[in-house]
């Protein structure tokens, strides 16, 4: 936007009209995080009432998949009854960075039981807007902080930038991961060693 006059406004991406170039980035990357019932499903396939007060997620999902299959590219495939492949979870959850460069996160939770909390160790989230709201009072200073957990519940939303500028810190092959620190969702139901986790790599 034209307010963003400081050096790449021409061609550069902005989250937000910040007007002092704040919110810069290089690549973007949705995230959707939500929990999934098997039992409620099955309930729901069988054509009887679900009983929502019984809810009890086990599989905790970024953009519908859960670790390792939140790395893996393109859409997943299942092969049906019919014995052709369906494709399904279009999107992966891997975010890859160049070294020296900044992604925006746009993270949301579609979750009806419970908070999710997502943790990043290695490169501080920077959190510039909750719920499509830029983080600026009535004053026009910037409310903008360093974290690295943030915590959602269903319907909310946050903006932040993963930053790698500094090539000293940051160099092409290293791998981080975004994960949330509530262990027993770190897990695909029976099996251990999945859930809500991704991939962050720097190129």
């Known amino acids: 936007p034209p307010s963003n006059s400081t050096g790449r406004a021409l061609t550069g991406n902005y989250a937000y009209n910040d007007g002092d170039g704040s919110?810069?980035?290089d690549v973007e990357y949705?995230?959707?995080?939500h929990g999934f019932d098997p039992n409620f499903h099955f309930v729901g396939m069988t054509f009887n009432p679900e009983g929502f007060t019984d809810m009890k997620d086990k599989y905790f999902l970024l953009n519908g998949r859960s670790y390792p299959d939140t790395v893996t590219p393109g859409p997943l495939a299942t092969e049906s009854v019919d014995g052709a492949d369906h494709f399904s979870q279009p999107l992966p959850s891997i975010i890859n960075i160049k070294a020296g460069q900044k992604a925006l996160l746009r993270i949301?939770?579609?979750?009806?039981?419970?908070?999710?909390?997502?943790?990043s160790l290695g490169?501080?989230?920077?959190?510039i807007a909750l719920n499509a709201k830029l983080l600026r009072d009535q004053a026009g200073n910037n409310l903008a902080y360093?974290?690295?957990?943030?915590?959602?519940?269903?319907?909310?939303?946050?903006?932040?930038?993963?930053?790698?500028?500094?090539?000293?810190?940051y160099q092409a092959g290293q791998v981080f991961y975004l994960y949330t620190p509530?262990?027993?969702h770190l897990s695909n139901d029976a099996e251990n060693f999945g859930g809500l986790m991704t991939e962050v790599r720097i190129n």
């Open 146 to 169: 360093d974290t690295n957990s943030i915590t959602l519940g269903g319907g909310e939303s946050l903006d932040v930038i993963l930053d790698a500028s500094d090539t000293s810190k």
């Open 182 to 184: 509530n262990l027993d």
């Open 108 to 119: 949301s939770d579609l979750d009806v039981t419970e908070f999710q909390t997502l943790a």
């Open 30 to 33: 949705p995230l959707q995080i």
């Open 123 to 127: 490169i501080p989230m920077h959190v």
């Open 23 to 25: 919110t810069y980035y």
